[in-house]
């Protein structure tokens, strides 16, 4: 479906590492330095270790500013960039639909309170008086997608 996804973006030194090693071969470099006692020494003393982590943090593709580089740091054969991790109650397309940002808060929790913690069977005021703890609604809301022949539909 011509589509990358990632968890935060792709920067300038992400896209140099998926030209030079192909998106399989970051999958692979990554899967052989996952272990817990690689991974930290990996991400954060090796140039492709910062690139993956790029990948999972990288906010600079959400400005509409950056849609004309967008397609430059993307690998041949891909036109659109996925990213989760940009909790909203919406999907968001720009770039001309090449960047979906595609985290809609779909769960019951987040929805209700974000990363408060609230019980979510009654509504309650926080001990100190910041914020409401509302009573949750019972069903999953936000947006789907579907991408099927290069055609993005949001199905709710």
């Not at 140099?16 to 020494?41: D, P, T, V």
């Not at 008086?129 to 019972?138: F, Q, S, V």
Request: net charge neutral.
């Amino acid at each position: 479906n011509n589509t990358l996804f990632v968890h935060g973006g792709i920067s300038p030194d992400a896209a140099q590492y998926i030209s030079k090693r192909g998106i399989e071969g970051i999958n692979k470099m990554f899967a052989s330095n996952s272990s817990e006692e690689n991974l930290s020494n990996f991400l954060d003393h090796t140039g492709e270790g910062r690139a993956i982590y790029d990948m999972l943090t990288y906010r600079g593709n959400h400005e509409s500013s950056s849609c004309p580089r967008l397609s430059t740091l993307l690998p041949d054969g891909i036109s659109r960039l996925g990213v989760g991790h940009t909790p909203s109650y919406d999907v968001k397309f720009s770039c001309d639909g090449n960047f979906l940002a595609l985290d809609s808060a779909l769960g019951r929790w987040y929805r209700n309170s974000g990363n408060e913690y609230c019980p979510g069977d009654k509504v309650q005021t926080s001990k100190n008086g910041r914020y409401t703890c509302r009573e949750m609604k019972n069903k999953c809301e936000g947006q789907i997608i579907r991408i099927k022949n290069d055609h993005v539909t949001i199905v709710n």
